[in-house]
């Protein structure tokens, strides 16, 4: 059985003249939590789309499930789960409507869909009627029973484009408790995602910018290749002006000097040349070694710092 | 794996059930448009011209004008009333206190018995053209009438041309009017909310989560298109069995032939709704492409209203691209002409035509936009 969930190999989707998607090569192996991360308009939902058979390359091959799109879109939709962020649930529907009318669209029996239905409700923890509508559920509670809804047929592969958007923190970190969950029992997930904590949480993590793929390496290894040299971060003893800010943002011997919060993060060209001004920083700020962020890293990447 | 699975469609189709059950706007547009038009166009509105003020200036006072006045008054089309003087009379013509006034000269009756000819004027407000033509017609036939009753004469020419309307002999306008709101009503219900329908699921992105299932799009085509489909014929049943309890309108032909007609509009304007959606994707342009281009011609260029041979020649031709026109001919001539599919042959062939047309048009686009 092959080893890979997903395999993308210079997949391109364009619009007229302008490549939404261009060039991109990756695979997804299976039981893998995969993170695809980049600014709106990156190319990340074009890319989803076209793996969900939503829309079709312009060039490239792409394999779901180890098959391939262009021999059987339908046996590939049989396999995959898809939640997409801008719609959830049918809100003038019950729960079990909305339930009952995926299981239809899957051609699901009806003892194997109730019995899906009863683990599934165990598994997000859903205790209301079952003839709630979806309109008077909350937020969190709605993304979870859409996510039982993608789960329902269960798929090999659960594809999830910014599935926490717009939801409480304690209802995202409830929702990544249920991903890890599903990584557990050995399911390909894949999620795009805006925010940086959620990204740190995938196996590994591709990077894109203006349709291409600039990074892609596990939280630890994107960070370790972005910053060979050490991460500082400066706390100011006493208040600074812009002026003085600037100026030490636009010092030789860093890579890039961002705000963070109240701090500043940096990164240093060499340790040697860090040595002969460090006495300098030090008479106004604070100054620790710390592990960079993932956020550090797409400032770092995917922003273009680094030239 | 591939083919099409009618659980999937009725699957669909229940779906659209529920939000039509769960929507106030499109629960009432199905259930009280129907009644409103019907009550509408079948109580309030008449075509018929009636009561027709007229200011009287009788300066003759003599038995032959009373006899003139007793027959326009007798007719139900004019409610008299006295004047002073002609000039008074045009007054209240002016003031709108009148739609016609009629003025009896002096020496009425006496030119009347020397053989000179008597002549009486009536004077019609032409700014309101939709009673001139019926009040000339009423005034051609009471001339008559009254001649024969005040000379006691026959003033008729050698020759006489009787006329008999075939049909609807009372010419009563609701015969006409309420088989065509059958047109109108299935018009709004299957153009206006297949469009809303398939662009709210654009809008809201649930078409893409549709399509990502093993679901076909002539799955979801069928599934959302039947529940409307079945609105539309619950409504021309209605419309039918209020026409034929309620205003006792004949219906004459074959229900079948009716049947066909309807089945064939309601096809042809499920498309056009479905094309809309496909190619706006937006609720709110979908509904004013849908009035413009299905609610309104059904009311102002179908024939429901205005007659179409007395529209310019361009619109005498550009009608003949509008379903509602065809359907019209069809829904009028099976209450009461009663003719065969043979005799219907034009409108049915039109209807058909459009009817492959537009089908052939809105799967194109639909496959187009949703097959990846």
């Known amino acids: 059985m092959n080893d890979l969930a997903v395999e993308v190999k210079g997949l391109s989707v364009r619009f007229g003249d302008f490549y939404a998607v261009n060039g991109i090569s990756f695979t997804v192996r299976r039981g893998e939590t995969f993170g695809f991360l980049g600014a709106n308009g990156a190319g990340k939902t074009t890319t989803i789309r076209v793996l969900c058979g939503l829309l079709r390359p312009s060039e490239g091959l792409v ?161 370790t290749a972005a910053f060979s040299t050490p991460m500082l971060e400066f706390d100011p003893r006493g208040s600074l002006s812009f002026a003085e800010v600037s100026a030490f943002a636009r010092h030789d011997v860093f890579l890039f000097f961002e705000p963070y919060g109240l701090r500043f993060h940096a990164a240093i060209k060499s340790e040697d040349a860090w040595e002969t001004v460090r006495n300098g920083f030090e008479k106004n700020f604070t100054i620790k070694r710390i592990k960079p962020s993932l956020e550090d890293v797409f400032i770092q990447i995917v922003e273009g710092k680094a030239g | 794996m591939n083919g099409f699975v009618w659980r999937r469609a009725v699957a669909v189709a229940r779906k659209e059930v529920y939000h039509i059950l769960r929507d106030p706007a499109t629960l009432g547009a199905a259930l009280v448009l129907p009644v409103f038009m019907v009550i509408m166009f079948g109580v309030a509105i008449e075509f018929n011209v009636k009561n027709v003020a007229l200011a009287v200036s009788d300066s003759d006072q003599s038995q032959s004008s009373r006899r003139l006045l007793d027959t326009f008054g007798s007719s139900g089309y004019f409610l008299i009333h006295h004047v002073s003087s002609p000039h008074a009379g045009i007054t209240d013509v002016s003031a709108e206190r ?115 299932t093993p679901v076909l799009p002539l799955e979801i085509i069928v599934g959302k298109l039947a529940p409307y489909g079945i609105l539309g014929i619950i409504a021309v049943v209605f419309v039918y069995v209020i026409a034929r309890t309620v205003f006792g309108i004949p219906f004459v032909g074959h229900l079948w032939v009716f049947g066909f007609g309807c089945l064939l509009f309601l096809i042809t304007y499920l498309a056009q709704g479905l094309l809309i959606s496909v190619a706006t994707r937006k609720q709110t342009v979908a509904m004013q492409l849908s009035m413009m281009t299905g609610y309104l011609p059904s009311q102002l260029l179908s024939g429901f209203i205005f007659p179409i041979a007395s529209m310019p020649a361009f619109f005498q031709y550009f009608t003949m691209i509008l379903p509602a026109r065809w359907f019209m001919l069809i829904a009028r001539d099976t209450f009461l002409e009663g003719s065969s599919v043979l005799e219907l042959a034009g409108p049915f062939l039109a209807l058909a035509l459009i009817c492959g047309l537009m089908v052939f048009l809105a799967a194109r686009r639909f496959k187009r936009d949703l097959e990846p």
């Open chain 1, 63 to 223: 394999s779901v499930g180890g098959i391939s799109f262009d021999h059987n879109e339908q046996a590939v939709k049989a396999k995959v789960g898809y939640m997409s962020q801008k719609f959830t649930l049918y809100n003038d529907m019950t729960v079990e409507e909305n339930l009952n009318f995926t299981a239809s669209l899957r051609k699901m029996e009806k003892a194997t869909y109730e019995q899906r239905r009863k683990e599934l409700f165990d598994f997000i923890s859903f205790d209301k009627p079952l003839n709630t509508l979806v309109r008077d559920l909350s937020g969190g509670t709605k993304q979870q029973v859409s996510l039982a809804a993608a789960l329902l047929h269960d798929p090999e592969i659960i594809f999830l484009d910014e599935p926490t958007a717009g939801v409480t923190p304690a209802s995202r970190s409830r929702f990544w408790q249920l991903i890890r969950q599903l990584a557990k029992r050995n399911k390909t997930v894949f999620v795009t995602t805006h925010y940086m904590d959620e990204a740190e949480q995938c196996d590994r993590i591709a990077l894109m910018r203006e349709g291409r793929i600039i990074a892609l390496d596990s939280p630890e290894g994107l960070k």
């Open chain 2, 98 to 212: 009148a739609r016609a006034a009629l003025v009896i000269p002096p020496r009425f009756e006496q030119d009347l018995f020397a053989g000179r000819g008597a002549e009486a004027q009536v004077l019609v407000d032409g700014t309101d053209n939709s009673t001139v033509g019926p009040v000339l017609g009423y005034v051609g036939s009471i001339q008559n009438m009254a001649s024969q009753r005040i000379g006691g004469f026959d003033p008729s020419p050698p020759y006489e041309i009787r006329t008999r309307f075939l049909f609807n002999p009372e010419l009563n306008s609701k015969w006409f009017v309420i088989p065509g709101l059958t047109v109108v009503v299935m018009s709004i219900l299957s153009i206006l909310l297949t469009a809303l329908t398939v662009a709210r699921e654009w809008e809201n992105g649930s078409m893409e989560l549709l399509l990502s």
